[in-house]
């Protein structure tokens, strides 16, 4: 399926952010190659929307975000003149609560969301870097929050991700100076899980995907869970914590198929699968 504006006779090709679910992966495509895939306000919104669809579509067990083109994933906001119509103050005010891209501080999105990142990871596109889970990038990919210098914040989670994923003086070192980093030092500090040349950036993302889609459906759908709805309490705390992808894995029959494939020394074939 596609979620995406479409060409009309007469026109010009509308900007696109599209969505495609195939073998239980979903991905997102955000097409603004104009802009360097800088995302606008009906741009965030179809995110959100996509984002949304996602999360009630329990046959999606990988999500694959990444931008169109070679030369950008995501450099931000649009900034063009056009799409600038808010001082600092009212973009902090109207802030969308899951973050930029829909994605920076969204937590009720119990699938792994894998970040291909193939070029230019700046402002609010390195804050959906930071929403990921897990993130390859060509080691032509350059990330960094630039919005200092332009005389703006990353407001979207930016700023507190980073200092939380990071070492602190790396991360300050980023934030001060709003200068942009390599994919070779940002796996260096750990943000990145792995870092490939370009022409090998589709085949690296399908080994995470294939490994993801290895595990019980229900224990990837429970581990994302207690991430990223525990991150405020103590281990002992979190341990304890009911969450409702947790009940389930533990009464299902992904469960149960996992012990029985091993001890029949085969792999196993998950339920409703």
Request: hydrophobic share 45%; with cysteine; aromatic share 4%.
């Amino acid at each position: 399926m596609t979620v995406s504006t479409k060409e009309r006779p007469g026109q010009e090709l509308v900007d696109e952010v599209t969505l495609t679910i195939e073998n239980h992966v979903a991905t997102v495509v955000i097409d603004r190659q104009h802009v360097l895939n800088a995302v606008d306000g009906s741009a965030q919104a179809r995110l959100n929307g996509i984002w949304n669809q996602i999360e009630a579509d329990p046959d999606v067990r990988a999500v694959v975000i990444t931008g169109a083109g070679t030369r950008a994933f995501c450099v931000g906001a649009d900034m063009s003149a056009s799409a600038v119509d808010k001082t600092g103050l009212q973009y902090w005010a109207e802030l969308d609560p899951h973050g930029f891209g829909g994605l920076s501080l969204r937590t009720s999105l119990d699938v792994p969301v894998i970040a291909r990142v193939n070029g230019y990871a700046l402002g609010g596109g390195m804050e959906i870097v930071l929403g990921a889970d897990i993130v390859v990038a060509a080691d032509t990919a350059r990330f960094g929050l630039t919005e200092p210098r332009v005389g703006r914040l990353a407001l979207d989670g930016g700023i507190h991700q980073l200092v939380r994923r990071v070492p602190y003086t790396q991360a300050m070192g980023m934030l001060l100076t709003g200068r942009k980093a390599d994919a070779a030092e940002m796996q260096a500090m750990g943000l990145v899980n792995e870092v490939v040349p370009a022409d090998e950036l589709d085949a690296a993302v399908q080994r995470w995907v294939d490994q993801i889609l290895a595990c019980a459906p229900s224990s990837v759908r429970a581990v994302k869970q207690m991430v990223s709805r525990t991150s405020h309490l103590t281990a002992a705390e979190a341990r304890g914590l009911r969450l409702p992808a947790l009940m389930a894995a533990l009464d299902s029959e992904d469960s149960a198929e996992g012990v029985r494939a091993f001890q029949e020394k085969r792999p196993p074939v998950w339920p409703g699968r």
